[in-house]
């Protein structure tokens, strides 16, 4: 009986997303003809006919609920007024070279600028990069793919395409700067659905940083659904770092997709930290595809409240001499949950795989919750794997001794959650980047 | 300065320290001896205000304050300093800003005005070369893969930086070679005073050849059944604790 409900409700919420793809359709203004809308169409098609969102009868999705995600009646992002100085707080200060910025989902060009490029990189909002054709040959094959995904929210991403960010990096060619991406939400009448596609391609031995940064410059109850699907494309010997962080308004959504395709000897490394938001769901996926690659995931998350924080990683190792390192820390506080499930697949040939992972999380209040699941699949018989997964409170020990140097026992608490959440940051090699990062990091702590 | 009288404690419903007095004057550097077991770690904790420990009954008073209504951080504000038998190994704190942390902590809570960078650097430094420490140990996190020596010596530089009106000395030379106790000593020796007062507990007279006590005091099934001055670790030396015991088993009975 339930489930007829949940169900009708899916088709309540399909509708809706139904009738603001026409509203898209009608913003797009004649470019509704190129053959990359067929793709958009299609996808919607398959979101509308041929999936559902996911229940927590998913294995997958088992102790995380969209239900409240399907709830909201959003609208499509309208791009605010706001200044440059309203975005002063968030602009890290390593992006005086590359900055798109994003207002309720929507490009700001005054607000955005790009930095001298070398011949052939392409740096740009995807909407203004999908006017070249070159580009839009680029993203085809992985716009295919998300159209034909079974992840409902892929589809959904495929559907509405348009808002994004676009990163192409030619041949042996370095970004010697990072491309910061900067999401701003801001007051508006009603919830908005913000689609947001990154395309970050990265051509044989290329180099570059990618740092997105999500915030709200609001403090009401509107709960703002974003749908981020992103895209890294590494060919042989590339070097991507994409870095995350989000501390969003604690009523929104957040769902986000990261696939990321490693050649052989390219390096992948992704930071995710996730502060704000009330629910939260990533799924990151490295698939390796040839040999000696170097797959590094590292995740902070820290709930407080009703915080829901959920991350699923999958790599997948079919070919042999690869390495993965994956460390994720988070603190709960209060009645947050969190979850970890982290799928390691380990193929038949993947031999001399070396694959390693680890999740801790401390709980900083009896309600608190967290589900970890470390999830190794290895059918090859010459690799080295190992995993761990801890839950627990501060070593009262340590407390203990903190205390007898003459620091109070809150001091002594936050001083060793700190430490705690630093063996991540200590991972990343740029200061300057760690640092942003850990300023965030102390806000979340004291808020 | 420390009065100790009849201290009973105990953990998990066994009695640990059965009736203990114990009176430190201003100065004076008293020795615990005993036997493994003998409750002597557990009166170095009680004193730090460990919490694992059940109070049974008797008193501690420091400089005059009801030393088992303060909270940990408060004794150690009041001046007791517990240099620990296994220092906590903290990954992620770094070694200097901690160092730094706890010498405003204290300042701060005795109403005293606190450093600037430089003026800690400078204090940090000065310390450092009195201990004849390797300037490197600041840089990694607090405690973090040191050597039984290197957290031992750390133990005394963060003593030399808080300078407490009463250190303990939890067994902090056990497992030293003899360049490593004799660091440790000559810290204890520098900070000596006619204001500051040391316990040293310990299970072997080795380290009390170099830290001379004016008072060294047997301690034996949670209670202290002999004191004399240092010759008795000389005899304890020679003869091991069984004579100790005798004696105190038949005063018992």
Known sequence: MSSIVVEAKHTEIKEHFGLLFQAFEQSLNGQSAQPLHLIRQSALKRFSEELDFPTRRDEAWKYTSVNRLLQGRYELGNAADISAAAIQPFVPPFAEKHLLVFVNGIYQEQLSQIGSLENGVVVASLKNALQHPDNQEKISPYLQEMAHSANIFKVLNAAFLEQGSFVYVPKHTRLDRPVVVL????????????????????????????????????????????????????????????????????????????????????????????????????????????????????????????????????????????????????????????????????????????????????????????????????????????????????????????????????????????????????????????????????????? | MLHINNLKVSVNEKTILNGIDLHVNPGEVHAIMGPNGSGKSTLANVLAGREDYEIEGGSIFFDGKDLLEMEVDERAHAGIFLAFQYPVEIPGVSNATFLKSIVNAVRKANDQPELNAPQLLKLLREKIDLLGMDQKLLQRSLNEGFSGGEKKRNEMLQMALLEPRLGILDETDSGLDIDALRIVADAVNQLRSPERSFIVVTHYQRLLNYIVPDVVHVLYNGRIVKSGDKSLALLLEEKGYDWVKEEANAIAQ
């Not at chain 1, 031995?205 to 999500?214: H, K």
């Not at chain 1, 990321?260 to 704000?276: F, M, R």
């Not at chain 1, 490295?286 to 995740?299: C, D, I, R, W």
């Not at chain 1, 620091?407 to 700190?418: D, I, P, V, W």
């Open chain 1, 183 to 447: 999401h701003i939400s801001t007051n508006a009448t009603a919830a908005a659905f913000i689609n947001h596609s990154n395309f970050l391609l990265m051509d044989i031995g290329s180099e570059a940083t990618v740092v997105e940064g999500f915030f709200s410059l609001y403090d009401g109850d509107r709960a703002d659904f974003t749908n981020i699907n992103t895209v890294a494309a590494l060919q042989r010997n590339a070097r991507l770092t994409h870095c995350r962080l989000q501390y969003e308004n604690e009523q929104a959504f957040i769902v986000q997709n990261n696939s990321a395709q490693q050649g052989g000897d390219s390096v992948l490394t992704s930071i995710q930290v996730d502060l704000g938001a009330s629910l939260v769901r990533n799924n990151l996926s490295a698939h390796l595809l040839q040999s000696n690659t170097e797959t590094h995931l590292y995740g902070i998350y820290f709930g407080k409240g009703t915080q829901h924080i959920d991350n699923h990683t999958f790599i997948d190792h079919a070919p042999a001499h690869c390495q993965s390192n994956e460390l994720y820390k988070g603190i709960l506080a209060d009645s947050a949950r969190g979850v970890f499930n982290g799928q390691v697949m380990v193929r038949k040939d993947a031999q001399k795989t070396n694959a390693f992972q680890q999740n801790s999380t401390l709980l900083a209040s009896e309600k608190a919750i967290m589900d970890a699941k470390p999830q190794l699949e290895i059918f090859a018989d010459d690799v080295r794997c190992s995993h761990g997964a801890t839950i627990g409170q501060l070593d009262e020990q340590a407390v203990f001794y903190l205390r007898t140097r003459g620091l109070g026992e809150e001091q002594a608490r936050s001083l060793l959650q700190h430490a705690f959440l630093f063996e991540v940051l200590e991972k990343m090699e740029d200061d300057v980047i760690r640092n942003w990062i850990e300023g965030f990091i102390n806000q979340k702590f004291e808020a």
